[in-house]
């Protein structure tokens, strides 16, 4: 091998460990960023609970298990940790990659940034407000005529946070579809052409995200989704990289 080939090649070895070396300290500070907000939680774990278990009324939960409890709020605070330092998680991964990105992505990822949080939590709230306290009200009457209810604390706080978790995600479609048509990777003509299938997968989503097989909880969330495309669409129309006519 020539000199000129071990150079480029000592080259690349360098530019990969700097890059696995930049991953390691973005890693490292994301995981200490969300243990402060893990701890942060926990402080308040009381009032947390409180939170989550207001859609259930006057449900009496209950915990089988020595460890059970002490499990259930370790879970649900790192659970809270996560949703709190998502905006910095986001920023994270953003400056990992923006060496990648020309100028002009990298505006639309730091305009995207704060959208992304943003919806996370509109997310959040519709799930907590809207989907929540129906489907729970569902679960805990279901049958009650024929068993006394005595809901486990810790199977009740796991479906909790898996719906607000799933929701805030699906609520990034928007963001996510605007950005790609900036981008130039989708166009709004091209989503609007996939309309009827982005339909049936809402209610194939609904059914996994929900906790319930009653149509009425399903449709909650699937007409949700179904807005949340079209305003895909109509964003990525109005926002979408405009295409060169000579080109």
Known sequence: ??????????????????????????????????????????????????????????????????????????????TGGVILAVPYLTYEFVMFVAPALTPKEKKYVYVAIPWIGLMFAAGVVFGYFVLIPPAIRFLVTFGSDIATPQIRIGNYANVVTRLLLAIGLVFEMP????????????????????????????????????????????????????VLYELSIWLARLFGKRRNPGG
């Open 175 to 226: 963001v996510v579809s605007t950005f790609l048509a900036r981008l130039g990777i989708v166009n709004g003509q091209w989503l609007a052409s996939k309309r009827k299938w982005a339909v049936v997968l809402a209610f194939v989503i609904a059914a996994v995200i929900t906790p319930t097989w009653d149509p009425i909880n399903q449709t909650l969330v699937a007409l949700p989704l179904i």
């Open 1 to 78: 091998m020539t000199e000129a080939g071990l150079r480029v090649d000592g080259e690349k070895r360098l530019t990969i460990l700097g890059h696995l070396a930049e991953l390691r300290t973005r890693l490292v500070r994301s995981v200490i960023a969300v243990v402060i907000t893990t701890v942060f939680c926990f402080v308040f774990y009381h009032w947390i609970f409180e939170l989550l278990a207001r859609p259930a009324g006057a449900t009496q939960f209950v915990f089988i298990e020595v460890t059970e409890m002490l499990g259930t709020v370790f879970r649900v605070c790192l």
